[in-house]
Nanobody
Framework: VQLQASGGGLVQAGGSLRLSCAAS????????MAWFRQSPGKEREFVAG????????RYTDSVKGRFTISRDNAKNTVYLQMRGLQPEDTSLYYC??????????????????WGQGTQVTVSS
């Protein structure tokens, strides 16, 4: 699976962005999908994940109520709608694909495929 993330950019605090991640191949719907992010000097962290049909989702506490992950299996695409962005959300965002069990979704080692990342910068 090849993943191509897009949609990052510069936004003011309180603004919104929607990230997209397009996947190649015919097996997209068999993979769980997630977003991770990494800021300079920090560990790469789990942001949000979705099950194969999008019916089960999971978020890190700091983005709950502000970010929404969704997917369109017909378009082989996963999205991350981000609202109420804050400077601390500034990071390089990666989309990932894999088949980890729910309890392992937050572990970066559990995911097989990684996209190239898209930069999100939030100004105060």
């Amino acid at each position: 699976v090849q993943l191509q993330a897009s949609g990052g950019g510069l936004v003011q605090a309180g603004g919104s962005l929607r990230l997209s991640c397009a996947a190649s191949g015919r097996t997209f719907s068999t993979y769980r999908m997630a977003w991770f992010r990494q800021s300079p000097g920090k560990e790469r962290e789990f942001v949000a994940g979705a099950s194969e049909n999008g019916g089960t989702t999971r978020y890190t506490d700091s983005v709950k109520g502000r970010f929404t992950i969704s997917r369109d299996n017909a378009k082989n695409t996963v999205y991350l709608q981000m609202r109420g962005l804050q400077p601390e959300d500034t990071s390089l965002y990666y989309c990932v694909a894999g088949r980890p069990v729910f309890s392992a979704w937050t572990e970066r080692e559990s995911w097989y495929y990684w996209g190239q990342g898209t930069q999100v910068t939030v100004s105060s």
